[in-house]
């Protein structure tokens, strides 16, 4: 898991303009469809012609169109707009844009509608809405994030350093926690997940056999560019690239396995 810088807001969820913070509002004051389920506007406002929304492009540009959580390389169709805080508990957050997180489905799966329990019974509303409802708390990220559910919640990647709060290891394709969040983090979305790790040891071993070929770095990096998973591809490749040097893979026991 990698920083992610969060680039600005799309025009749809900006709220700093009159026009765009007042169709904002609107928004929220039409919350929920028939069925009192919440309109899925992520995926709807703003389509292009190849059908993709003005958020989800612009999640896409933010992350190299890979899911934020484990680094997998996504196609636009099939990313999830994940919403770190769930918007089923917080629905006055549900086109937040500091909220919103590119991922796979598997990273959403897990995820799921975790809610770090210090938030768990909190109104939480974005500000622009903060005459109209009822709340507990107005939305500040750091202040969320810092003060109040500082241990037990999730690594968002597009505010925290992960590497503050995990390590991981190449060596037993694991991460390490430094930190309550990391534990959370990698307990919730990789340790104990056994399609993770197998997936983890079959890039591992590719990238041990172009090491052992002697690929050069630059066509190594463009194969992770393509591949995704960037940061974990970038672990394994400086262990490989030690065990060489230290003379502990022997060419002739490669597998090839993708
Ligand atoms: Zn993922």
């Known amino acids: 898991m990698k920083k992610i810088a969060r680039i600005s807001s799309p025009d749809c969820l900006d ?13 929220y004051e039409k919350l929920r469809d028939k069925n009192g389920d919440i309109y899925p506007r992520w995926n709807t406002i703003g389509k292009d012609k190849n059908g ?22 996504l196609e636009t169709g099939v990313m999830e707009v994940d919403h770190y805080l769930p918007s ?12 919103l997180i590119p991922s796979c489905k598997c990273c959403n799966l897990s995820k799921s509608d975790f809610t770090p329990a210090s938030l768990q019974d909190k109104k939480i509303v974005e500000h622009i809405i903060s005459d109209t409802y009822e709340f507990d708390c ?19 990647p597009t505010f925290d350093d992960p590497e503050e709060h995990l390590e991981f290891n190449p060596e037993f394709y694991f991460y390490e926690a430094k930190t309550e969040t990391g534990k959370i983090t990698a307990k919730r979305f990789f340790n104990k997940h056994k ?3 197998e997936k983890w040891e ?30 974990i591809c970038l672990k394994f490749y400086a262990y490989w690239l030690n065990e060489k ?8 026991s490669q597998q090839m396995e993708i």
């Open 15 to 27: 709220n700093d303009t009159d026009a765009s913070r007042n169709r904002k509002i609107s928004f």
């Open 245 to 252: 040097q230290e003379g502990r893979i022997d060419r002739d």
């Open 52 to 73: 993709i929304s003005e958020i989800r492009k612009r999640l896409m540009e933010m992350s190299d169109a890979c899911c934020a959580y484990c680094g997998d390389k």
């Open 88 to 99: 089923g508990k917080f629905p006055y957050l549900a086109y937040c844009w500091d909220n």
């Open 138 to 156: 107005i939305y500040d990220k750091k202040y969320l994030l810092t003060q109040i559910a500082r241990d037990d919640r999730l690594i968002d």
């Open 202 to 231: 079959k890039i591992s071993l590719f990238i041990r056999n172009l090491v052992c070929e002697g690929i050069s770095e630059e066509i190594i990096y463009d194969f992770i560019k393509l591949q995704g998973y960037e940061y």
């Open 195 to 197: 399609e993770v790790a």
